[in-house]
Each structure stands twice: as C-alpha cells, then as structure tokens.
C-alpha cells in the first residue's frame, strides 16, 4: 500500500530535551516536505526538499532541521524544542520532480506537545 | 505578503444541495492551485489541481473554477452527502517549490 508513515504519533517532552520525528514514504517520490499545523494560522511549511542531499527552507524553518540522506526517508529534528513548537506536524510527498506541482500525498501526523 | 482566504467560518448545507466554498488570494500569480480535504485528526487528501490557464476542472460531484483575474478559486459539491462533511483546504504553487495552504473551511452537510 502507498503510504507516508511517520513516528512517533504522539510526543510529549520537555524544553530543550532534543527530538527526532521521522518520515518515511513508499513511493519512490523525489519530492518531500514538512508542515505544522496551527489553530488559526492553517499549514505552514517548515522545510522541503526535492531530492537527496537537496534541502531548503519554507515559510517557518526556525528552530527545525532536516537531513534527506535517503529517497524515502525525511526526518524532522528539533535540536532544543520550545513550547511555541507544540503543534501537529505533517509530513507529505510528491511525485513531481517540479516540487509541490504534484499532488501531496500526507502522513497520519504527529502531536507534538513541549512542555 | 501572500495572502490566501478561506472562509473560517463553517458552512452548513442540507443533504442534496450544492456546497461552494472560496478561496481567494493576494499578492500571489499562483501556476496551480490544489483543494484537500481534511478530516479532524487526520492528514490532507488531495481533491484536484487546476493550473492556471485552465477555467474549470471537475472529477465526479466536484467542480473548481479558478478566475487568474478574480484571483479567486471557486470549490463546488453538487449533491452534497453527510460524509461530505470535512474541511477543505486550498494550496497554492507558483514558479517555485513551496505550496502555500489556506487556512481551510469546515463544511457541514446535515441529512
């Protein structure tokens, strides 16, 4: 079955303690990236990336870092996490070589609380 | 700045009837356009993509308008059905890599 999975769902940790949110994708997609989700302020993307070893900043890159060292694999490292990081996160691939041209296809998300 | 408004308000339809949602943007000259639909708790699912010089598409109970010039995308949901209900975003993409999403509009069909 064609899925981005991402783990861990649900996370609950505290200011500064160091995470790793990962993203995996089945499709063979070159195209990668990262959003939060926000009451009021909808998807945001945070970083994305076009294919291995290509990585670039979106809207909201502030406190995130990314690393693509595998087609399938993107994951999303919070080095000192603050509380203004609690939101839900989703990771999403596409198929195009032209970036968010093609269709999105979404992981499940991750809640992210920062205490 | 780019600006994209959905209305946040919900939308209430009867079962049967046509649901039009809007999305209009500013200092934005969108390639494409992108609707999802989003359900509570879950990852966006892809709808349809219209590109810019295309007027309308549709696929099955669904239509999108998108007026270049209005800068506005019209989402429409004829026969409208409860499980309908969802919210629904839309995206945009230009000349570069990013997609830059609304803030979505809840609708709500009622049987």
């Known amino acids: 079955e064609a899925q981005v999975t991402q783990n861990p769902r649900y996370l609950i940790t505290v200011t500064g303690k160091k995470l790793t949110v990962t993203c995996s994708q089945n499709m063979n997609h070159e195209y990668m990236s990262w959003y939060r989700q926000d009451p009021g302020l909808g998807l945001r993307q945070i970083y994305y990336?076009?294919?291995?070893?290509?990585?670039d900043k979106g809207d909201v890159p502030e406190g995130y870092k990314v690393s693509r060292k595998e087609k399938r694999n993107f994951p999303l490292i919070l080095e000192s996490p603050s509380p203004n990081q609690t939101s839900l996160y989703f990771c999403?691939?596409?198929?195009?070589?032209?970036?968010?041209?093609?269709?999105?296809?979404f992981g499940p998300g991750t809640r992210l609380t920062v205490t | 700045s780019q600006k994209i408004e959905q209305n946040s308000e919900a939308l209430n339809i009867q079962e049967g009837k046509t649901a039009t949602l809007t999305c209009n943007y500013t200092?934005?000259?969108?390639?494409?356009l992108q609707w999802y639909r989003q359900d509570p708790g879950r990852g966006p699912v892809f709808l349809l993509l219209i590109r810019e010089n295309e007027k309308e598409k549709r696929k099955e109970r669904l239509k999108v308008t998108f007026d270049t010039t209005l800068k506005q995308s019209l989402f429409h949901i004829t026969a409208s059905q409860p499980a309908d209900s969802a919210t629904y975003l839309c995206?945009?993409?230009?000349?570069?890599?990013?997609?830059?999403f609304g803030g979505g509009t809840r609708l709500m069909v009622k049987p």
């Open positions: 999403a691939s596409s198929l195009s070589s032209s970036g968010g041209f093609g269709e999105q296809y």
């Open positions: 200092n934005y000259s969108p390639a494409y």
């Open positions: 990336s076009m294919n291995v070893e290509v990585t």
């Open positions: 995206a945009l993409g230009g000349a570069g890599n990013m997609l830059t």
